[in-house]
């Protein structure tokens, strides 16, 4: 059984983040989307909240788990046996940030593969900053979001 994690912050998630959900289930037999958190932190939208929006995003999909976590990204890899961590890219910018941490993790856990999945092209440009800037200014985010995603219902709760 090859499983993978997903970790990213996912505040909220995108269609950009469900796309590389998708190629990643292509790859592996279960994917596991962890919402990481740092309680010094905020975010826009809490961690419950975060994984309750990556839960409706997902429905249907097979092989998909949904969780939260806090610390480092291999300890949590560690516990649940995963032996892959997934990143998108969509920039030089991406690549870049994403050789580092993935070199760091590599020393400390040299068991644990980092797998890079380019952003589609038609999703390269969405970001959750974006949308939090969307979302702040009173606009409307749903072309940047999965199409069952109703964020005003989440709005109202965070
Ligand atoms: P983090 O704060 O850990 O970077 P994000 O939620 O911003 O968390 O992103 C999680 C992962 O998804 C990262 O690997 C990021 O590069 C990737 N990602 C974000 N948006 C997109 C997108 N539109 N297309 C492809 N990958 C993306």
Redesign the pocket.
């Known amino acids: 059984m090859r499983t993978a994690i ?6 909220p ?5 469900l ?2 959900l998708r190629s990643a289930l292509r790859l592996f037999d279960k994917v596991i989307v962890a919402v ?1 958190y740092n309680s010094s932190k905020k975010g826009f939208f809490p961690p419950e909240i975060r994984v309750e929006i990556i839960k409706k995003a997902t429905e249907g999909m097979e092989n998909v788990e949904v969780c939260s976590y806090s610390g480092l990204t291999i300890d949590f890899c560690r516990q649940k046996g995963a032996r892959c961590i ?5 920039t030089t910018t ?1 690549f870049e ?2 050789s580092v941490i993935s070199q760091a993790n590599r020393k400390m856990e040299p068991e644990i593969l980092s797998v ?5 092209h038609e ?7 974006v949308v939090r800037d969307v979302l702040v200014n009173g606009g409307d985010a749903k072309c940047f979001l999965p199409k069952n995603i109703d964020i005003s219902e989440y709005l109202k709760r965070r």
Do not use: K, M, Q
């Open positions: 997903f970790p990213g912050s996912f505040d998630f995108t269609l950009g983040h796309d590389v990481g997934i990143r998108g890219l969509r991406d940030l994403e890079f999945i380019p952003a589609g999703y390269s440009f969405i970001s959750s900053t």
